[in-house]
């Protein structure tokens, strides 16, 4: 069955960096469009950044230029590095295979990554 292990969130000051992982199984990776989404307390989940297969980014308005999303075909994994860290960026962290518009039902336990002002 599909399975998605994230981790590499914690507790970091504002400006600080983080890098998580996404370690998926049960799929076939190597042709897996990979999501990254966020969800804050009180709030509805959100795309942060995407990769297609073949390697093209998007990455939503509040995390251009600070957040960078990558992907090892070879290990199936899909990393998202993340700098500049907000207060505003705390929420826990999955990831999906999924279209850029259309996630899969497939989620992970997520990461929690808390931003201290």
């Known amino acids: 069955q599909v399975q998605l292990v994230e981790s590499g969130g914690g507790l970091v000051q504002a400006g600080g960096s983080l890098r998580l992982s996404c370690a998926a199984s049960g799929i076939i990776f190597s042709i897996s469009d990979m999501g990254w989404y966020r969800q804050a307390p009180g709030k509805q989940r959100e795309l942060v950044a995407h990769?297609?297969?073949?390697?093209?980014?998007n990455y939503a308005n509040s995390v251009k230029g600070r957040f960078t999303i990558s992907r090892d075909n070879v290990k199936n994994a899909v990393y998202l590095q993340m700098n500049s860290l907000k207060p505003d960026d705390t929420a826990v962290y999955y990831c999906?295979?999924?279209?850029?518009?259309?996630?899969?039902?497939?989620w992970g336990q997520g990461t929690q990554v808390t931003v201290s002002s």
């Open positions: 990769i297609t297969s073949g390697g093209t980014t």
């Open positions: 999906n295979p999924g279209r850029l518009t259309y996630p899969s039902v497939y």
